[in-house]
């Protein structure tokens, strides 16, 4: 077998994207090349289906600040200061909610997202755009991709200085970034 030597940055890297008690340098480095791979399509198939079965029930945990691609990636639990939320847009509801309650006005709202939201309940032009009435602070945002889902939340989450995780589950689909794999986004402020 041949020996690979890196650099100690590089080695630290590797480290933080490792699942303690369950990887090796090699199954972190198959991850790695597996992402790579599946966002060029290239690589042996064969060889990403064995290593993916090999360690298919490791939850795979990601930096907040770098996400995978979220696409096909279903919620499985969320958590945004303490309160549950079932789905990627009620979490971005969970987190308004939660930041209206504390910064007790629409403006300081406005201020710290990056949601688009418009005040009162969505006219039927707006919920064709696809704006969705979150009735506990009277506003409406519109929905958005897994991506912006975390984008934003996580921004609300450091802006009030409160924890914030998902765990996610990829789709058995080929242009999902780990298709069956699950996978979990966390901060919490320091």
């Known amino acids: 077998m041949p020996t690979l030597e890196i650099p100690e940055s590089l080695f630290k890297r590797l480290q933080r994207l490792a699942i303690p008690l369950v990887d090796t340098h ?6 790695v090349l597996d992402d790579y791979e599946a966002r060029r399509g290239t690589g042996s198939s064969v060889a990403r289906t064995m290593n993916r079965s090999e360690s298919n029930s490791a939850i795979l945990e990601f930096d907040p600040d770098a996400p995978p691609d979220l696409r096909h990636a279903s919620v499985l639990a969320a958590r945004f200061a303490g309160k549950t939320a079932a789905g ?6 969970e987190a308004h909610i939660e930041a209206m309650s504390r910064l007790g006005s629409l403006d300081a709202l406005r201020r710290a997202t990056k949601s688009n939201f418009i ?3 969505a006219n039927s032009e707006e919920t064709t755009k696809g704006y969705r009435h979150v009735p506990e602070i009277d506003i409406s945002i519109q929905n958005v991709d897994a991506a912006h889902a ?3 939340t996580l921004r609300l989450a450091r802006h009030l200085g409160v924890e914030v995780s998902v765990d996610f589950e990829w789709m058995q689909k080929s242009d999902s970034a780990h298709p069956g794999r699950k996978g979990k986004l966390a901060w919490r402020p320091a």
Not at 26 to 31: I, S
Not at 88 to 93: F, K
Request: glycine share 6%; aromatic share 12%; net charge positive.
């Open 26 to 31: 090699t199954t972190v480095l198959e991850r």
């Open 88 to 93: 990627w847009n009620r979490l971005v509801h």
């Open 119 to 121: 005040t009162g309940r």
């Open 150 to 152: 975390w984008s934003n």
